[in-house]
């Protein structure tokens, strides 16, 4: 059974910093293109960063410079770390499995609001 288990959502102040975790099992996490994606009340769900098996990484212009995607293989994780938050950055984040764009696996999804 795949399973994507997000954690770090929370309450941060503008300017503020977050990083998300998302353990995953049931997959061979290295053949997997890992991201994170995110959805606002009234929007489409959004790619924010992507990370490869290769290492290769895929960013949102919009948080190019303030977030940054890695994982850690031998625990199956990925992570997002964001700094220098924006009330815009405010969304439900998702982490995505995906593997030759044809096997894809979500999180559950957790909320991050950026508010003062």
């Known amino acids: 059974q795949v399973r994507l288990v997000e954690s770090g959502g929370g309450l941060v102040q503008p300017g503020g910093s977050l990083r998300l975790s998302c353990a995953a099992s049931g997959i061979v996490f290295r053949l997997y293109t890992m991201g994170w994606y995110r959805q606002a009340p009234g929007k489409q769900r959004e790619m924010v960063a992507t990370i490869g098996g290769d290492g290769i990484t895929k960013y949102a212009d919009t948080v190019k410079g303030r977030f940054t995607i890695s994982t850690n293989n031998a625990k199956n994780t990925v992570y997002l770390q964001m700094n220098s938050l924006k009330p815009e950055d405010s969304a439900v984040y998702y982490c995505?499995?995906?593997?030759?764009?044809?096997?894809?696996?979500w999180g559950q999804g957790t909320q991050v609001t950026v508010s003062s």
């Open positions: 995505n499995a995906a593997y030759s764009n044809s096997v894809v696996y």
